[in-house]
Structure formats: C-alpha cells, structure tokens
C-alpha cells in the first residue's frame, strides 16, 4: 500500500512539471473561491480525522483509490499555490502545505513543511479531488522524461521479470536524499533595502541528469518581486533568480520566505528575504544583523 501511495505522489509531482505553457491566468473569484472551498473542505478533513466528510468532495472515479490509500491525520494545512490548466477553468493543481515530523541525528523536529499536491476537476459545477488511473503497461507520464515505471506487457498484461535487466542495478539508483543535492541554491538568506529600492540575485546549479524546471512561489508583499533568467535548467548549467524590492514607504518588514519548488524532483529550497531598517530607525540607535549577499541599490537614488 505504501509503494502505491509512493507511486500516486510521484504521479502528482510528474503532473506538476508538465503543461507549464499551459497554465492560465487567475481564475474568476467565484470559480477561485469555490475551488478553495473544497480544498478547504478535504484537508480539513484529514485535520479532524473525519474521513468520510473527505468523500464529499473526491470524484466518484477516484473513491476506491481515495478508500485504498493512507490517510495522515494532519495538524494543520495551508493552500500554497493553485495552476488552473485550462481556459475554462475545469481542471486545477493544487499544491498545500501540512507539517511533518522530520527525525534527524540532532533530534525530532516536529514542524517541518511539506508539500502536497492534488488534482481537482469542476463536475456539475462542482470542484472534486481525483487521481489518474495507474496503468502499468503506461506507466507513470513524465512530461519531457516520457513513462517512468512502465512494465513490459503482452496483449495489455504485464509480463512479470525474474530479474533486474543489465544496468539496472538498484544499489545504482539515486537515493531520495541525493535528489536535493542535484539542484543547489547560492545563497539560504539575503537581505534588501527597507526604504530603497534594490534587488539581488540567487544563482541555481544543476546536476540533475536532465531538465529542471523551477516555479517561485511569491509572498505576498507589496512591493516585493521575483524573476527568473530561465525557469528551466540543463543538466550542468544554471540560471540566477532576482529578487527585487521597491518599498511602498520606509518601514521595517518582517521577514519573508520566497519558496522554489524544482520539479520533476519535487524539492523545495527556500531563500529567506530580510530587510535592513530605515535610516530613522537607525539614527535611533536600533542595530540590524549585516548580511553577506551582496545588495545592489537602485543607481537613480
């Protein structure tokens, strides 16, 4: 049960990296809200260990999977991002945040996040949770990488293998740890301006034998922005991301958390934006910790 929840979650994260080119813009409010509303609805479920309110909201063609498969009791979610993959706005993926207990050499952590990605599709003007059937002899779309997981089969049947086939050792297959190591970021931290404009740029490097494709999720901060060189990298090259910052008043900012989920790993690295404080604060003798990354100020101011 567990591998095929393995192989439902890589299925999602594939999904993810296809069809970039085909995601539109943001959806009406109504179609918006009301596809948030059942998202709502569903993982709250899973937070309130009340599954079969979770059946309200999951497609009828999905509901033995939906029965056969693991269901965590979350602590808590939150909505990350929705890609609508149409013009109508009849299919969504969605991509949700929950903690996760994390065991380390140093010890438990208890609040690490996650990422979780699901489809939803409008039935009846309705929104639902649904998977794509696994086919074995299909096996599992990739978008650029072709079938991952694909049998060999006659007449529609997988025809079960007495063994691995010449160089498919396991013992060489990449481990779910090395994964993170193949796309690396420069810099964890930076920090910005808080009454100037300026901006900064995070450089990404690929090992990854293949293409990665990478999609920032942005907070919400007026003022605040994020452009990728290119959203897609080669295997041994990289691309930079420039965060920019032009502050709608001089004020201190929290700090910020600009996520970037590579796909079709699935990892997410997180760069974490600080702001200096104005230069009033400063005269008022408030200190701020300095930060290596290099800042560079608007050269009209």
Not at 13 to 25: E, M, P, Y
Not at 114 to 132: C, G, I
Not at 274 to 293: E, Q, V, Y
């Amino acid at each position: 049960m567990r591998y095929f929840v393995c192989l439902l979650a890589l299925s999602c994260s594939a999904l993810f990296a296809q069809g970039n080119a085909t995601i539109f813009q943001t959806a009406p409010p109504n179609v918006d809200a009301a596809l948030r509303a059942r998202v709502t609805l569903f993982y709250q479920s899973h937070v309130d260990g009340k599954f079969r309110q979770a059946m309200q909201v999951v497609a009828e063609d999905s509901q033995e999977t939906f029965f056969a498969a693991d269901k965590p009791k979350y602590k808590s979610f939150k909505i990350a991002n929705i890609h609508y993959e149409d013009a109508a706005f009849t299919k969504a993926r969605v991509l949700v945040e929950v903690p996760w207990e994390l065991l380390t050499p140093l010890g438990r952590i208890d609040s690490v996040p996650r990422p979780m990605a699901s489809l939803w599709k409008l039935e009846n003007n309705e929104w639902f949770w649904y998977v794509v059937p696994y086919d074995p002899c299909q096996g599992i779309e990739a978008g650029r990488f072709g079938h991952m997981h694909r049998k060999d089969c006659v007449d529609g049947k997988p025809v079960e293998m007495s063994s691995a086939p010449s160089g498919l050792n396991p013992n060489d297959w990449v481990k779910p740890e090395q994964l993170r190591e193949m796309v690396r970021a420069s810099d964890k931290q930076v920090m910005l301006s808080s009454h100037v404009p300026t901006s900064v740029n995070v450089r990404f490097d690929s090992r990854f034998p293949g293409e990665i494709t990478l999609q920032p999720v942005v907070p919400d901060l007026p003022g605040l922005s994020v452009k990728l060189l290119s959203d897609k990298i080669e295997s041994g090259k990289s691309t930079s991301m420039m965060i920019a910052y032009n502050p709608p008043s001089p004020q201190k900012n929290p700090d910020q958390v600009i996520k970037v989920i590579a796909q079709p790993t699935g990892q997410v690295y997180e760069v974490v934006v600080t702001f200096d404080l104005p230069p009033a604060d400063l005269a008022s003798g408030i200190k701020t910790k300095p930060s290596g990354k290099e800042v560079h100020k608007n050269p009209e101011q």
